[in-house]
C-alpha cells in the first residue's frame, strides 16, 4: 500500500543502489519537481550532487531568492547558481518574435548550462538527473536519447560527447505524488504550491521586444498580482495566474494633465491539463484592489485590463 513515507525510502534506496559512489548533476528551475528532486538527492546522496540554477535574468520578482532559500539544505557548495542575465538579454534585444525569443532563451540556456555540465563531466560526474514526471514520459515516449532536458519544452538536448547517464527518480510519479514528497522533504510551501512558470519565463510575458525598463515594470507588477492572490485567499483556487505588459501605451489622467501609460493584462485561468483552460472568476473587488495598487505602485502603468477569454481559442500565455 502506497504512503508518501515509503514512496521517500524507495526512491533514496534506489537512487543510492542505481548512483553508489558516483556524482549526479541536476539543472533546477525553481520549480516544484526540480526543487523536489534537488531535495530528494540530497538526502539520498548528500554532497555528491552538484545542482545548477540558471538565472536567464527573466525570473519573477524574488524568485532566485526563494530559489536559493529553499535549497539551502545542499549546502553552498552543492548548489551552483550562474547569474546569465546579460547574456540572455544581449541575445533578445532586438527579438519580438514569441516563437523566436523561445528558442533564444532555450539555446542560451543549453549554452550556459553545457559549459557547466562540461565541467562537472570533467570532473568525473557521471549522471544527469530530471525531475521528468509520468506524465512526460508518455507524452514523449519513445524517441527521447540520454540527456536531453525536457526537450518537448524549451531547449534541445547535450551535446553527446558529454555523454551522462540519465538519472530520473519521478518518472513513474504524477505531480501530485511529487507535492507530497515535497512536503515531506521540506520543501517550502510557496514552492510547492507554485503555479507553473514557462520556461522562457517573463520573456514571453512582455508582448514584443524584452527590455531591462520593460522587465522592471513587469516583474512589479506581476508581484503585486501575485501577492494579492495569497492574501486573498486566491492563489490555490487558481491554476495559474499572470501579468502580461503590452507594447501599447494608453491615454490616462494625472492630475489635470494627460499622461501615457502601458496597457497591462492580468490573466488567471482554472483548467485540469492546461490543455483547455476557463478564465478564472476572480471577486471584482479583488480585480478593483489589484488595479488600483498596479496603478499607484508601477507609474509606468496606466491601465489594467483583465483577460475573459478561455483556451480555446485563447492561449494561456498572450506569446
Ligand atoms: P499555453 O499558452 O500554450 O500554455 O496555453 C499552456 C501551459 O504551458 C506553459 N507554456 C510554456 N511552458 N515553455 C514552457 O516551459 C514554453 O515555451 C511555454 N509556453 C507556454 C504555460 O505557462 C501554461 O502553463
Same mark, same amino acid.
Not at 525570473?59 to 536559493?68: A, D, G, I, P, T
Not at 510551501?189 to 531591462?212: D, K
Given at each position: 500500500?502506497? *504512503?508518501?513515507?515509503?514512496? /521517500?525510502?524507495?526512491? +533514496?534506496?534506489?537512487?543510492?543502489?542505481? %548512483?553508489?559512489? #558516483?556524482?549526479? &548533476? @541536476?539543472?533546477?528551475?525553481?520549480?516544484?519537481?526540480?526543487? *523536489?528532486?534537488?531535495?530528494? /538527492?540530497?538526502?539520498? +546522496?548528500?554532497?555528491?550532487?552538484?545542482? %545548477?540554477?540558471? #538565472?536567464?535574468? &527573466? @525570473?519573477?520578482?524574488?524568485?532566485?531568492?526563494?530559489?536559493?532559500?529553499?535549497?539551502?539544505? /545542499?549546502?553552498?557548495?552543492?548548489?551552483?547558481?550562474?547569474?546569465?542575465?546579460?547574456?540572455?538579454?544581449?541575445? @533578445?534585444?532586438?527579438?519580438?518574435?514569441?516563437?523566436?525569443?523561445?528558442?533564444?532563451?532555450?539555446?542560451?540556456?543549453?549554452?550556459?548550462?553545457?559549459?557547466?555540465?562540461?565541467?562537472?563531466?570533467?570532473?568525473?560526474?557521471?549522471?544527469?538527473?530530471?525531475?521528468?514526471?509520468?506524465?512526460?514520459?508518455?507524452?514523449?515516449?519513445?524517441?527521447?536519447?540520454?540527456?536531453?532536458?525536457?526537450?518537448?519544452?524549451?531547449?534541445?538536448?547535450?551535446?553527446?560527447?558529454?555523454?551522462?547517464?540519465?538519472?530520473?527518480?519521478?518518472?513513474?510519479?504524477?505531480?501530485?505524488?511529487?507535492?507530497?514528497?515535497?512536503?515531506?522533504?521540506?520543501?517550502?510551501?510557496?514552492?510547492?504550491?507554485?503555479?507553473?512558470?514557462?520556461?522562457?519565463?517573463?520573456?514571453?510575458?512582455?508582448?514584443?521586444?524584452?527590455?531591462?525598463?520593460?522587465?522592471?515594470?513587469?516583474?512589479?507588477?506581476?508581484?503585486?498580482?501575485?501577492?494579492?492572490?495569497?492574501?486573498?485567499?486566491?492563489?490555490?483556487?487558481?491554476?495559474?495566474?499572470?501579468?502580461?505588459?503590452?507594447?501599447?501605451?494608453?491615454?490616462?489622467?494625472?492630475?489635470?494633465?494627460?499622461?501615457?501609460?502601458?496597457?497591462?493584462?492580468?490573466?488567471?485561468?482554472?483548467?485540469?491539463?492546461?490543455?483547455?483552460?476557463?478564465?478564472?472568476?476572480?471577486?471584482?473587488?479583488?480585480?478593483?484592489?489589484?488595479?488600483?495598487?498596479?496603478?499607484?505602485?508601477?507609474?509606468?502603468?496606466?491601465?489594467?485590463?483583465?483577460?475573459?477569454?478561455?483556451?480555446?481559442?485563447?492561449?494561456?500565455?498572450?506569446?
Amino acid at each position: 500500500d502506497w *504512503t508518501p513515507e515509503h514512496t /521517500l525510502e524507495a526512491l +533514496i534506496a534506489d537512487i543510492r543502489a542505481k %548512483v553508489g559512489k #558516483d556524482r549526479v &548533476l @541536476l539543472a533546477v528551475s525553481g520549480g516544484v519537481d526540480s526543487s *523536489t528532486l534537488a531535495l530528494l /538527492l540530497s538526502r539520498a +546522496i548528500g554532497s555528491q550532487l552538484t545542482a %545548477v540554477f540558471v #538565472d536567464h535574468g &527573466l @525570473l519573477r520578482l524574488n524568485e532566485r531568492h526563494e530559489v536559493e532559500q529553499a535549497l539551502r539544505p /545542499l549546502g553552498d557548495e552543492n548548489l551552483r547558481v550562474v547569474d546569465a542575465s546579460e547574456q540572455f538579454l544581449r541575445a @533578445l534585444k532586438g527579438v519580438a518574435d514569441p516563437e523566436e525569443k523561445r528558442k533564444i532563451v532555450g539555446r542560451e540556456f543549453i549554452r550556459v548550462f553545457e559549459a557547466e555540465a562540461r565541467k562537472l563531466s570533467q570532473e568525473g560526474c557521471r549522471w544527469l538527473a530530471q525531475g521528468t514526471l509520468y506524465p512526460d514520459v508518455i507524452e514523449s515516449a519513445g524517441g527521447e536519447g540520454a540527456a536531453n532536458i525536457k526537450s518537448h519544452h524549451n531547449v534541445g538536448g547535450l551535446p553527446p560527447d558529454l555523454n551522462f547517464e540519465l538519472l530520473e527518480p519521478f518518472r513513474y510519479l504524477f505531480k501530485d505524488e511529487v507535492r507530497e514528497l515535497a512536503l515531506l522533504l521540506g520543501l517550502p510551501e510557496p514552492i510547492r504550491m507554485r503555479h507553473p512558470f514557462p520556461g522562457p519565463g517573463l520573456s514571453i510575458r512582455i508582448l514584443g521586444e524584452v527590455t531591462p525598463e520593460k522587465l522592471d515594470v513587469l516583474r512589479r507588477a506581476d508581484d503585486i498580482f501575485i501577492s494579492a492572490l495569497r492574501d486573498w485567499n486566491l492563489y490555490d483556487s487558481v491554476s495559474q495566474a499572470l501579468a502580461v505588459l503590452t507594447p501599447l501605451q494608453s491615454v490616462g489622467v494625472i492630475g489635470d494633465e494627460r499622461s501615457y501609460g502601458y496597457v497591462l493584462g492580468l490573466r488567471a485561468v482554472s483548467t485540469a491539463d492546461f490543455m483547455t483552460a476557463d478564465w478564472a472568476r476572480l471577486p471584482l473587488d479583488f480585480l478593483d484592489e489589484v488595479a488600483r495598487k498596479i496603478t499607484r505602485q508601477v507609474p509606468e502603468v496606466g491601465r489594467v485590463v483583465y483577460d475573459i477569454t478561455s483556451k480555446p481559442p485563447a492561449t494561456i500565455e498572450w506569446e
